[in-house]
Structure formats: C-alpha cells, structure tokens
C-alpha cells in the first residue's frame, strides 16, 4: 500500500489565486482529514470526513472547501489565496473498524507560500 | 476553547539517557489521549495512545503516564537514540476520532 498520497509537494501562489491540494489513500479508510500546520505550532483541523459524500468543518474551515466524492479521494479546494494561509498542509485517513483507530495516517506534507 | 499544550519546547539529551517529554491537557471529557512523533519534512506518526480510564501503558521503549487528577501526560523513551530526534506532539481524541493536538516539543539527541 502507498498509504496517504498528497499532491504537490510544494507550491507557492500568488493573492487571490486558487488551487486545489490532492489526497488519496488506499486504505480504505472511511475518516479522511486535513489539517494544517503553521511554523513552530501543532496541527490545527480544517476540514473532515466520515464517509464518501459527507464532510464536516473543523477547527479553521474558513477561506477553504472539500469534496468526497470516492473513499480514496479527499481534495482541498483554496478559492482566494491569501497570506494567513501560507502553511504545511497534512491530510490523514483512519478507520473507526481498526483495532488501532486512534491511528491516523499521515500523508508527507504539501508546503504552501502564499504571497 | 479546550486545548492541550506542552511545557518545554525543546528538550536536550545525551544518547542512551531516557527522555521525558510533558504535556497538559484540559478537556477532561477526552477518551483517549495520543503521542504522535514528527521527523524533519514528514507527516506525524503514531506512536501510542492510553484510554482515560488508564493511568500507564507501555509499548516498546516508550511509556506514557496519564496523570488525571493534575491533567498531564507525558511520554518516557528509554535509552533515547538518534533515531529519536523529532518533534514528538500530544493529542486528545474527541468524539468522531477528531484529535486535539498540541504545540509540539523538539526532542535532540547529542551523540
């Protein structure tokens, strides 16, 4: 398994500008989740999802959208790119029926600079 | 709103020696409370979970000690390796398997 996938690994964007951050996994994991996390702090939840077609707000939604539409793919959707959200993004699955569900799976990071 | 933080920032220690990293907690509805271990450029990693009902458990070279009364966890590596050194974050579980996590703290392994 590849596990959590994430696409790109870097970009740098311009105010105002849009783009959507990738994620797969192959799991088949139910519970999918993006999070942010800005320099020297924790990771902080945007957005989540329980299954396919379901998606809830988390922590810091604002400024960000996610669709479900598979179980392997949770995109992250950033309208009008601003400055606040230059930041690593993670997004991780896990699996509630999983004897270790209180692990996440972690993909490795898209790093965003927005300016 | 409710939040788990982390005393000390970046802990130093000599290679062999056991590291102790602490962390403070204050939703006390919690289930379960995680240790996760960040390298340099990758995502976090689970290293192990205690349920609220616990006071200790124990996996290979670590040990987390949940403290309810003070709310504090902390997490003990025996003989602490290069292999170590990372950013090592708590993390309460809420309902749903939504994770808290806190700030974060720099573990250094010297040679």
């Known amino acids: 398994n590849a596990g959590v996938t994430q696409t790109p690994k870097f970009r740098i964007l311009k105010i105002g500008q849009s783009m959507t951050l990738q994620c797969t996994q192959d799991?088949?994991?139910?519970?999918m989740y993006w999070y942010r996390q800005d320099p020297g702090m924790g990771l902080k939840l945007i957005y989540y999802?329980?299954?396919?077609?379901?998606?809830d707000k988390g922590e810091v939604p604002n400024g960000y959208n996610v669709s479900r539409s598979t179980t392997e793919d949770f995109p992250l959707r950033l309208e009008l790119a601003a400055p606040s959200q230059t930041s690593v993004y993670f997004c991780?699955?896990?699996?509630?029926?999983?004897?270790?569900?209180?692990?996440?799976?972690f993909g490795p990071g898209t790093r965003l600079t927005v300016t | 709103g409710e939040s788990v933080g982390l005393h000390l920032p970046t802990l130093s220690v000599q290679e062999g020696d056991n590291s102790i990293i602490n962390c403070a907690y204050s939703?006390?509805?919690?289930?379960?409370f995680i240790w996760y271990k960040q390298e340099s450029g990758k995502g976090p990693q689970f290293i192990i979970d205690?349920?609220?009902?616990?006071d200790k458990r124990q996996g290979q070279r670590v040990t987390v000690l949940l403290n309810k009364t003070v709310k504090h966890l902390s997490l003990q590596i025996a003989a602490t390796q290069p292999g170590d050194s990372a950013v090592y974050f708590c993390?309460?579980?809420?309902?749903?398997?939504?994770?808290?996590f806190g700030g974060g703290t720099r573990l250094m392994v010297k040679p």
């Open positions: 991780a699955s896990s699996d509630p029926g999983d004897r270790m569900w209180n692990e996440q799976y």
């Open positions: 799991m088949n994991h139910n519970y």
């Open positions: 999802s329980v299954g396919a077609g379901i998606t």
């Open positions: 939703n006390s509805a919690s289930d379960y």
């Open positions: 205690i349920r609220s009902n616990m």
């Open positions: 993390a309460e579980r809420h309902a749903g398997n939504m994770l808290t």
